[in-house]
């Protein structure tokens, strides 16, 4: 049997009485407690309940249709929509009667006053005739519901049963094997370790992110060896000291067989961070989440306001993390590199193309070499630009843009702690040289510092 519903019509004629009080009544603002002793001291069949006028509420009240909703202080109260006067604030309306022999606030009309009204009682009589039905089949439905969990506690107790007897039987087999192996010597037997309970564990009252499929991997392993033994296993210890990543260690209070379940996977990257000898392995939750904090442009003290402050999931700390952030630089940077070496040979080789373009030889360094011209295009930005386009910030970023080949050719990035303008990363000339196509690129640099190549 499915669980018995009112339909919506009748949840919101409910809604709808509340125009039928008198004047003195509807302009009170009433709780919901109050809402609901008010209709069954009018006429409505106390089977009423504060879940369904709750219901009625939230899902048939869409738009205040029928009444007004305000908040003051904690509570939540309701009035009629279409008394738009205004009487105050509802905790004014109940402060007003300061003195203890003041009258008390006309919730209730007259005892059954909607069986009176001419409107109100035909909506009365279709709402107590569903509110029957539905008390009706809810204890129909309560009563299923016994049947089927008594008929399941049987069944359990049934398996149980079955499963003790099994195990008996199996130890007593075994037990006469032995006996007669070992010439009847007496044999000790450990007894099972008590079961644990899994909310005194350390560490075992916070939140996790978990992989879907090495939790179902783990839930189908648990639950085959559970039933070969014939009990449940019990949780031991929730390590969570490697950031975000979890380790459980579960054993088997019968055979003493322990499970592990993480919650991702551990891995170890192919970069070596600098001034370090090898990659460690690190729970790939870590990674992820210094990559994201690239990828969709946040630093890392919003990533762990976010995720440890809002979230409760633990993190990595602040050192380690560093770490994981430099490991992605680092390889962000030597792609950078050879991207920006290929785009620049691509640009030259492209410019030797172009009609007209006559080289021009020069000597560098006692080295005599030619050099090609292209047409390149260059933007850039900073933190605060002062009114004649001098750089007040303290950050700025410069792109240089081949029109030749259409890609860029180099990025710049600078930090400075005071400085008037930037580092100018301009492509003035790219040289050929005989045997390697190497294009030389001039920084002109004017009164600043700390001046590096963006790692991206």
């Given at each position: 049997m499915k669980l018995p519903k009112l339909k919506a019509s009748t949840y919101k004629q409910i809604l709808s009485l509340e125009s039928h009080y008198p004047d003195n009544n509807k302009e009170i603002w009433v709780t919901i407690n109050e809402m609901r002793d008010r209709l069954v001291h009018s006429g409505v069949h106390k089977s009423l309940s504060l879940e369904l006028l709750e219901y009625a509420l939230t899902r048939c009240n869409s738009g205040s249709m029928?009444?007004?909703k305000r908040?003051?202080?904690?509570?939540?109260?309701?009035?009629?929509?279409?008394?738009?006067?205004?009487?105050?604030?509802?905790?004014?309306?109940?402060?007003?009667?300061?003195?203890?022999?003041?009258?008390?606030?006309?919730?209730?009309?007259?005892?059954?006053?909607l069986k009176t009204h001419p409107v109100g009682i035909r909506k009365l009589e279709m709402i107590n005739s569903a509110l029957l039905r539905y008390a009706n089949d809810m204890d129909e439905y309560n009563r299923e519901q016994i049947k089927e969990q008594?008929?399941?506690?049987?069944?359990?107790?049934?398996?149980?049963?079955?499963?003790?007897?099994?195990?008996?039987?199996?130890?007593?087999?075994?037990?006469?094997?032995?006996?007669?192996?070992?010439?009847?010597?007496?044999?000790?037997?450990?007894p099972p370790r008590a079961t644990i309970d899994p909310s005194s564990i350390k560490g075992n009252n916070s939140n996790g992110i978990y992989s879907i499929p090495m939790m179902t991997t783990f839930i189908a392993e648990a639950t085959k060896?559970?039933?070969?033994?014939?009990t449940s296993?019990?949780?031991?210890?929730?390590?969570?000291?490697?950031?975000?990543?979890?380790?459980?260690?579960?054993?088997?209070?019968?055979?003493?067989?322990?499970?592990?379940l993480r919650n991702c996977n551990w891995v170890r990257t192919s970069v070596v961070e600098e001034g370090r000898r090898e990659s460690r392995k690190q729970p790939e939750l870590n990674l992820k989440i210094a990559i994201g904090t690239r990828t969709?442009?946040?630093?890392?003290?919003?990533?762990?306001?976010?995720?440890?402050?809002?979230?409760?999931?633990?993190?990595?700390?602040?050192?380690?993390?560093?770490?994981?952030?430099?490991?992605?630089?680092?390889?962000?940077?030597e792609v950078f590199k050879v991207r920006k070496e290929e785009n620049l040979a691509e640009h030259v080789?492209?410019?030797?193309?172009?009609?007209?373009?006559?080289?021009?030889?020069?000597?560098?360094?006692?080295?005599?070499?030619?050099?090609?011209?292209?047409?390149?295009?260059?933007?850039?930005?900073?933190?605060?630009?002062?009114?004649?386009?001098?750089?007040?910030?303290?950050?700025?970023?410069?792109?240089?843009?081949s029109e030749v080949t259409g890609r860029p050719i180099n990025i710049t990035h600078h930090q400075v702690s005071d400085m008037i303008c930037y580092d100018m990363c301009?492509?003035?000339?790219?040289?050929?040289?005989?045997?390697?196509?190497?294009?030389?690129?001039?920084?002109y640099r004017t009164n600043a510092t700390n001046a590096h190549v963006l790692q991206i």
């Open positions: 029928f009444v007004t908040t003051d202080g904690h509570t939540s109260f309701y009035r009629h929509s279409l008394l738009t006067h205004d009487v105050g604030a509802p905790l004014d309306q109940r402060n007003r009667l300061s003195s203890r022999y003041a009258k008390r606030l006309p919730i209730n009309p007259e005892r059954d006053y008594t008929k399941k506690k049987a069944f359990d107790a049934a398996v149980e049963k079955a499963v003790a007897e099994k195990l008996k039987e199996s130890r007593d087999n075994t037990d006469t094997n032995n006996n007669l192996t070992n010439n009847n010597e007496a044999r000790e037997v450990t060896h559970a039933s070969e033994c014939g296993i019990n949780l031991n210890e929730v390590d969570k000291k490697y950031g975000a990543g979890i380790i459980q260690k579960w054993d088997c209070p019968k055979c003493g067989k322990e499970l592990e969709c442009g946040i630093n890392m003290e919003k990533m762990h306001a976010f995720v440890s402050g809002s979230m409760g999931v633990k993190m990595s700390s602040r050192n380690n993390a560093r770490h994981t952030d430099r490991k992605i630089r680092q390889s962000i940077g080789a492209a410019c030797t193309q172009l009609p007209g373009n006559t080289p021009l030889p020069f000597e560098y360094n006692g080295v005599k070499s030619e050099a090609t011209f292209g047409t390149v295009s260059q933007d850039g930005g900073g933190k605060k630009r002062a009114y004649r386009q001098n750089i007040n910030g303290d950050e700025a970023g410069l792109v240089v843009h301009m492509i003035l000339f790219s040289l050929c040289l005989t045997q390697l196509l190497s294009p030389i690129i001039t920084n």
